[in-house]
């Protein structure tokens, strides 16, 4: 069973990895009334000792198991790269700390599932830090979808296609041998979920369009979801077009009463008998956001938001590993049916 979460007003956390995306992470915290970062670590040392000095955090370390033994913490956040997920999942759940894990989970399905039994079996909450359904404009059209204006929903589109250099500041994504559909597909297999639930049978098609890279940069998956609606997902980081507008994400989707799409400059359309409506969705902007990932950023607090509430027993977590498994399930079916031509079928 489960422990308990934490129910005290204010809450110590670790932060494992201090990379690219960790000082918005941990500026997104900040953002957060009872949250206190006390402790960074990296195994290079000077990274953590730098970040620290930025947002007066007081303790860093180059050994995570030495932290953990020396301070006090309500729970860790790992911030790594996937290859050391497991290994720092495993070292928090034998100190009996929940743990919020960024996503990809893991490297294959076989150690995700892993990762969420040895918190299951430490009875510690395991959450993985998926964001990108919080964003405020993908929030707005799943309450058009939940509202049953649209009818009976036939068809939905998710598109994620730019040609936005996320090699620029992140060059270690052109060693990996999966990339898009581990690196972005995680994100937009996940939104297919939350908005039209699980899929019955999946098929993806992959390409490789950047010559300098060894993983896919172009994706396409369409699902048949249990209820029968047919989902497409279009993911590339090699499309030059009209509205190549990274990071936003386009969504359209087709009712028996009315349709709606999530198109340029989170700009939300509702068509049905009685009219068309139009508005944009803005997400709240901070002042340590990189105007790039704006979007993204703004994003992070509010998953923040949701997994912070948990700890504290407050409210329940969207995105707990267990949850977060059913979409690895699609990321990886996606790499089976891209290699083999075949749909894949879930039971």
């Given at each position: 069973?489960?422990?308990?979460?934490?129910?005290?007003?204010?809450?110590?956390?670790?932060?494992?990895?201090?990379?690219?995306?960790?000082?918005?992470?941990?500026?997104?915290?900040?953002?957060?009334?009872?949250?206190?970062?006390?402790?960074?670590?990296?195994?290079?040392?000077?990274?953590?000792?730098?970040?620290?000095?930025?947002?007066?955090?007081?303790?860093?370390?180059?050994?995570?198991?030495?932290?953990?033994?020396?301070?006090?913490?309500?729970?860790?956040?790992?911030?790594?790269?996937?290859?050391?997920?497991?290994?720092?999942?495993?070292?928090?759940?034998?100190?009996?700390?929940?743990?919020?894990?960024?996503?990809?989970?893991?490297?294959?399905?076989?150690?995700?599932?892993?990762?969420?039994?040895?918190?299951?079996?430490?009875?510690?909450?395991?959450?993985?830090?998926?964001?990108?359904?919080?964003?405020?404009?993908?929030?707005?059209?799943?309450?058009?979808?939940?509202?049953?204006?649209?009818?009976?929903?036939?068809?939905?589109?998710?598109?994620?296609?730019?040609?936005?250099?996320?090699?620029?500041n992140q060059p270690f994504l052109k060693e990996?041998?999966?990339?898009?559909?581990?690196?972005?597909?995680?994100?937009?297999?996940?939104?297919?979920?939350?908005?039209?639930?699980?899929?019955?049978?999946?098929?993806?098609?992959?390409?490789?369009?950047?010559?300098?890279?060894?993983?896919?940069?172009?994706?396409?998956?369409?699902?048949?979801?249990?209820?029968?609606?047919?989902?497409?997902?279009?993911?590339?980081?090699?499309?030059?077009?009209?509205?190549?507008?990274?990071?936003?994400?386009?969504?359209?989707?087709?009712?028996?009463?009315?349709?709606?799409?999530?198109?340029?400059?989170?700009?939300?359309?509702?068509?049905?008998?009685?009219?068309?409506?139009?508005?944009?969705?803005?997400?709240?902007?901070?002042?340590?956001?990189?105007?790039?990932?704006?979007?993204?950023?703004?994003?992070?607090?509010?998953?923040?938001?949701?997994?912070?509430?948990?700890?504290?027993?407050?409210?329940?977590?969207?995105t707990t590993g267990a949850d977060n498994l059913?979409?690895?399930?699609?990321?990886?079916?996606?790499?089976?049916?891209?290699?083999?031509?075949?749909?894949?079928?879930?039971?």
């Open positions: 069973m489960i422990s308990p979460p934490c129910t005290m007003s204010k809450l110590r956390f670790a932060i494992f990895g201090t990379g690219f995306w960790s000082r918005f992470q941990l500026a997104a915290w900040r953002e957060l009334e009872g949250a206190e970062c006390v402790a960074l670590f990296n195994r290079t040392r000077a990274r953590a000792e730098a970040l620290a000095k930025e947002f007066g955090v007081a303790a860093v370390y180059d050994d995570a198991a030495k932290l953990l033994a020396n301070e006090k913490t309500d729970f860790v956040d790992i911030i790594t790269d996937v290859g050391t997920h497991a290994e720092f999942v495993a070292l928090a759940a034998r100190h009996r700390l929940p743990v919020i894990c960024q996503k990809p989970m893991g490297r294959t399905l076989a150690e995700a599932r892993g990762m969420v039994d040895v918190c299951r079996r430490a009875g510690v909450p395991f959450f993985v830090h998926e964001n990108w359904r919080w964003q405020a404009p993908i929030r707005a059209f799943k309450e058009v979808l939940a509202s049953g204006r649209l009818g009976r929903i036939i068809r939905g589109r998710i598109d994620y296609a730019h040609s936005f250099p996320v090699f620029d990996l041998d999966q990339f898009i559909l581990t690196d972005i597909g995680t994100h937009i297999l996940d939104v297919a979920r939350f908005l039209w639930g699980e899929a019955g049978t999946l098929y993806c098609q992959t390409r490789r369009i950047h010559p300098d890279i060894k993983g896919e940069d172009v994706a396409t998956v369409m699902m048949r979801m249990t209820d029968g609606v047919t989902v497409t997902a279009n993911m590339s980081y090699a499309s030059r077009w009209e509205f190549d507008l990274f990071p936003e994400t386009f969504l359209y989707v087709e009712g028996s009463e009315g349709g709606a799409s999530l198109g340029a400059d989170c700009t939300l359309r509702v068509f049905t008998k009685a009219g068309a409506e139009e508005r944009r969705v803005e997400p709240k902007h901070y002042a340590w956001a990189d105007p790039a990932y704006a979007l993204i950023h703004s994003s992070i607090v509010e998953c923040n938001r949701n997994l912070f509430s948990a700890l504290r027993g407050e409210g329940t977590a969207e059913k979409t690895l399930e699609l990321v990886f079916a996606a790499y089976d049916s891209a290699a083999s031509g075949k749909a894949i079928t879930f039971r």
